[in-house]
Every structure is written in structure tokens, then in C-alpha cells.
């Protein structure tokens, strides 16, 4: 599961079809699954998530009933479970947990978890301004805070150099984040930060983790990661170190 939620993230953002290291045998699993269903052609089983098979994982989603954030295209532990169902058992799950509140805003335990791992590196707790699942909460955001996994924290009072080393822990724990700036859009100094490979994301937080994978800044330009460089994991590739 943990291989093909990350290409799910990456995959489509890329300009070719390099497949996502380690991933394609278990991409090609699921692929062959939709296609037996009729959500997929044929053509398109090859190992890379792209778009097209991020739409047929939504379809079949939706197939079960699934709606708005459970059917993302991203693959859940109880969608996958049931696609694999007598083709292929399901391991490395990853489970975004239940929705709780830190600093009076809303995120998920793996997001309150890497957060206070982060604070933990830093030494020092990080106020959030603005946490997940809230849509339409701030125009400004463009849809990454509508689903799971997305923070966005202050950054009152600190030197370029705190900044720099928050992003630094959230980056290592598993977040993608930048810091933000108003030269750059309408918003004041922050830190945005997303949980990589949460299964919750907004379509719009998988396309900015996708691209901090691919060495972009998670703005609409597709800039240059302006942030500090740290070997990307995941939360539970963090956690396996």
C-alpha cells in the first residue's frame, strides 16, 4: 500500500513515464485489478499511477459507495482490501486515524503525530494557523486544506533561520513544506506543510506532494523547491529508520 499511494502522488505529476522506484509490481497488481473490472484499458496497465488510473481507483471507489475525500483516487486500506480481494493481500497500510483538534483547528492522529515528532527535533512547539478538512476555510489555500493532511503554521517572531529549521523537521519526519511568502500570493508569512502519502488528501495536497518529490515548490508555477534538502520519507519510513 505505502508503493502505491506514493505513485499515486508522484506519477501524475511527472513529464514522462518514469515509474516511482519500487513501486510498479504493486501498481501493476491494482491496474490488473481495474482492468478486470472494466475501469481500466488495458493499454494503461504499465506500472505507472498516473492520472488516468488515479480517475479508474476514484471510479471504483465510488463503485463501493464511497464519496468526496474517500473517493480521491488515492487507494484506503478498505478500498484496496476489497479490490484485492482473492488476487492479493494488502500490506504496509497506512491509516490517516481520527479526526482531533490541536490548537482549536482540525487534523488527523498521523498528522498530530508527525507534528509533535517535529516539535520534538525543533525543540520548540509550532503554533498551527490553519489544519485540514476544512473546505473552502481560505480561499487563498486553493483546495490543499480541504482534505487531510494539510497544516499550515506560523512563523511570528522567527529569524529566517528558525524558519528554515522548522521546515527542516517537518520535512524530515514526512511533511512536504515550504515556507510561504506574500511576495509569492495574497497570504501572510507561513509554513505550509502536507503529510506526505496521507490517504485523505485533497487532489490539490497530492499534487503539491507529488511535486516536492520531483524537486518543485508546491506553488501553482512549479517553481524550484526553495526549501532546505533532506532525503524525503514518509511518516512510516521515518519511523522505520
Given at each position: 500500500m505505502e508503493a502505491v499511494v506514493k505513485a499515486a502522488q508522484i506519477d501524475p505529476r511527472r513529464s514522462d513515464k518514469t515509474l516511482t522506484p519500487g513501486a510498479k509490481a504493486s501498481v501493476l497488481l491494482v491496474?490488473?485489478?481495474?482492468?478486470?473490472?472494466?475501469?481500466?484499458?488495458?493499454?494503461?496497465?504499465?506500472?505507472?499511477?498516473?492520472?488516468?488510473?488515479?480517475?479508474?481507483?476514484?471510479?471504483?471507489?465510488?463503485?463501493?459507495?464511497?464519496?468526496?475525500?474517500?473517493?480521491?483516487?488515492?487507494?484506503?486500506?478498505?478500498?484496496?482490501?476489497?479490490?484485492g480481494a482473492g488476487r492479493f493481500r494488502v500490506t504496509r497500510a497506512i491509516a490517516p486515524g481520527a479526526?482531533?483538534?490541536?490548537?482549536?483547528?482540525?487534523?488527523?492522529?498521523?498528522?498530530?503525530?508527525m507534528l509533535a515528532e517535529a516539535e520534538r527535533l525543533l525543540g520548540r512547539d509550532?503554533?498551527?494557523?490553519?489544519?485540514?478538512?476544512?473546505?473552502?476555510?481560505?480561499?487563498?489555500?486553493?483546495?490543499?486544506?480541504?482534505?487531510?493532511?494539510a497544516l499550515d503554521i506560523s512563523v511570528e517572531k522567527m529569524s529566517s533561520a528558525a524558519r528554515s529549521a522548522a521546515v527542516r523537521a517537518l520535512r524530515r519526519v514526512g511533511f512536504a513544506a515550504w515556507v510561504r511568502t506574500p511576495e509569492q500570493a495574497d497570504w501572510p508569512w507561513h509554513i505550509h506543510a502536507v503529510a506526505i502519502s496521507d490517504t485523505d488528501l485533497s487532489s490539490q495536497s497530492q499534487h503539491q506532494v507529488g511535486?516536492?518529490?520531483l524537486g518543485?515548490?508546491?506553488?501553482?508555477?512549479?517553481?524550484?523547491?526553495?526549501?532546505?534538502?533532506?532525503?524525503?520519507?514518509?511518516?512510516?519510513?521515518?519511523?522505520?529508520?
Open positions: 491496474e490488473r485489478a481495474l482492468r478486470d473490472r472494466r475501469l481500466l484499458d488495458a493499454k494503461w496497465v504499465d506500472g505507472y499511477f498516473g492520472s488516468t488510473t488515479v480517475t479508474a481507483y476514484a471510479k471504483f471507489q465510488k463503485s463501493l459507495g464511497y464519496t468526496r475525500l474517500a473517493a480521491n483516487g488515492l487507494p484506503g486500506k478498505t478500498s484496496l482490501t476489497k479490490l479526526r482531533v483538534s490541536i490548537d482549536g483547528v482540525t487534523v488527523n492522529t498521523r498528522t498530530r503525530s509550532l503554533v498551527v494557523l490553519q489544519g485540514s478538512y476544512n473546505p473552502g476555510g481560505d480561499p487563498t489555500s486553493a483546495g490543499t486544506h480541504d482534505g487531510g493532511g511535486d516536492y518529490y518543485l515548490n508546491g506553488l501553482a508555477g512549479r517553481g524550484p523547491d526553495d526549501g532546505p534538502k533532506v532525503p524525503i520519507r514518509t511518516w512510516e519510513e521515518y519511523r522505520r529508520r
